[in-house]
Nanobody, 126 residues
Framework: QVQLVESGGGLVQAGGSLRLSCAAS????????MGWFRQAPGKDREFVAAIRWSGVGIYYADSVKGRFTISKDNAKNTEYLQMNSLKPEDTAVYYC????WGWGRTLITVSTYDYWGQGTQVTVSS
């Protein structure tokens, strides 16, 4: 069982930056693909970014491409999401997720992931 704990959320003005972290309990973290999703009130959970276990394959939602950067530090069992040029529409609860067998474009799908964190709130004021 992999436990994921997010941190780094908060309140920021439009145009600002935040870095989210996701710490994993599993020592074999390196073999998992990792993703970030978000969910705004009244909306479905949506894909934000994902990275393959090797760190080579990276995917972004069109809405965040060029502003957000996903990375993975296997030595620290931690995943990151650097968010720059934040917009009010980025406001949501952000979740990290881990997938043991996901690959390629399957990583943009919620059902691909086996484990989820509890979420961290990101609020962007205009």
């Amino acid at each position: 069982q992999v436990q994921l704990v997010e941190s780094g959320g908060g309140l920021v003005q439009a145009g600002g930056s935040l870095r989210l972290s996701c710490a994993a309990s599993e020592r074999t973290f390196s073999v998992y693909a990792m993703g970030w999703f978000r969910q705004a009130p009244g909306k479905d959970r949506e894909f934000v970014a994902a990275i393959r276990w090797s760190g080579v394959g990276i995917y972004y939602a069109d809405s965040v491409k060029g502003r957000f950067t996903i990375s993975k530090d296997n030595a620290k069992n931690t995943e990151y999401l650097q968010m720059n040029s934040l917009k009010p529409e980025d406001t949501a609860v952000y979740y990290c997720a881990a997938s043991r067998w996901g690959w390629g474009r399957t990583l943009i799908t919620v059902s691909t992931y086996d484990y989820w964190g509890q979420g961290t709130q990101v609020t962007v004021s205009s």
